[in-house]
């Protein structure tokens, strides 16, 4: 079975920092594109961040570019989150996802959706607030 399993996340004041992981099993790892959604209630499930399978390419959300930096260390087969600057509005839970789709075509509408997801984590709650 493929397991997805996030950690990392917390409470945290507004400018501070958090460093999620996802850590995968029951995959090749290094044939996954990886990615971050979040979501906050009453809200849709939005992208945040993505990286290809060589781990040469990744893409951000408007709303976080310059200050989350997405990373994977294949040969543990983790998945990172760098979260700096945090903001209120960061918070909501943080899923991370796989995708096994084999395509070299990426982009970030690609990515946005959620259906091109094969696998999803159950989530780490982040809150930012003073």
């Known amino acids: 079975q493929v397991q997805l399993e996030e950690s990392g996340g917390g409470s945290v004041q507004p400018g501070g920092s958090l460093r999620l992981s996802c850590v995968a099993a029951?995959?090749?790892?290094?044939?996954?594109?990886l990615g971050w959604f979040r979501q906050a209630p009453g809200k849709e499930r939005e992208f945040v961040s993505a990286i290809n399978w060589g781990g040469d390419r990744e893409y951000y959300a408007d709303s976080v570019k310059g200050r989350f930096t997405i990373s994977r260390e294949d040969a543990k087969n983790v998945v990172y989150l760098q979260m700096n600057s945090l903001k209120p509005e960061d918070t909501a839970i943080y899923y991370c996802?796989?995708?096994?789709?084999?395509?070299?075509?990426?982009?970030?509408?690609?990515?946005?959706?959620?259906?091109?997801?094969?696998?999803w984590g159950q989530g780490t709650q982040v809150t930012v607030s003073s």
């Open positions: 996802a796989a995708d096994f789709t084999g395509t070299t075509r990426y982009s970030i509408a690609y990515f946005s959706r959620l259906q091109t997801w094969d696998y």
């Open positions: 029951g995959l090749t790892f290094s044939y996954y594109a």
